[in-house]
């Protein structure tokens, strides 16, 4: 079975970025020319992904705006001979991939927001991308690397990494035995562990691939942490009837939902754009240079 259906949660308010978050969604902020949702779009439509499924709230328009034509920009773009915008506009939403919007009718997390899926979703596998996080993947991509190993394996994946023993608490954490060529089986996962209290230093993050029988579980799964239905908690219940497996993605993440993780995105996304990594790079030595050494 391959992946054909990813999932997008993006009801969530992003107060951390607030004020700029107020009225324009966290997942519409750009990473030097491109939102973070198409970021994350266009890394799930590299893995083979059709059908693109986003979990949304009554703030978020922009993005279903940001997917749909826009004949009035199209339209003046043609008239002045922009062809090199035109073609980035109507690049945006390739040929083959639709969109549908699903609306979140109350904030009670990520857990409810995949559950909200399940009618579109159906008896099939399916990808859980959460925008916040940007990942620099090698080959294809991390949710191409993660398709990869579902084809293999054909269990729930999750997509981890190490993190510090200090910032547990803002992840969920998994035990798992028996590392080979970067995955291994779960053994257990625990929402946002203590330090002391932690399985590993192993981290998910936002990529996921999980089986329909998630649904079933979440379903099960009461109010955890916060007052929410937690994915974690849900996929904790899954681990007793079905494999997981845990994948250690090959790339760079960037947390671009911390003020520090999106500063450093935008540096170094810059740093590679065609059109502006040799002036950007010129500029920031000029700058940072006679500011280290002041």
Known sequence: MMIKKAVFPVAGLGTRFLPATKAN??????VVDKPLIQYAAEEAIAAGVKELIFVTSSSKRA????????????????????????DIVRGVLPSGVGCVYIRQPEALGLGHAVLCAKDVVGN??????????????????????????????????????????DET???????????????????????????EDAPSDLGVVGRYILTPKIFEMLEQTEKGAGGEIQLTDAIAKLLQVETVM?????????????????????VEYALKHPELQDKFMEYLRSYCIPALEK
């Open 25 to 30: 969604p966290k997942e519409m902020m750009p």
């Open 246 to 266: 845990a994948y250690e993605f090959q790339g760079q993440r960037y947390d671009c939902g911390s003020k520090m993780g999106y500063l450093q995105a935008t």
């Open 63 to 86: 993005i279903e705006d940001h997917f749909d034509k826009n004949y009035e920009l199209e339209s003046e773009l043609e008239k002045r001979n922009k062809q090199d915008m035109l």
């Open 169 to 195: 608490e803002k992840y969920g954490i998994i035990k798992a035995d028996d590392f080979d060529n970067h995955i291994g089986k779960v053994n257990a996962i625990v929402e946002k562990p203590k330090p």
């Open 124 to 165: 099939a596998p399916f990808a859980v991308i959460l925008a916040d996080d940007l990942i620099d993947g090698e080959d294809g991509g991390c949710l191409a690397q993660m398709s990869a190993q579902f084809e293999k394996y054909q269990s729930s994946i999750l997509g981890i990494e190490k993190v510090s023993v």
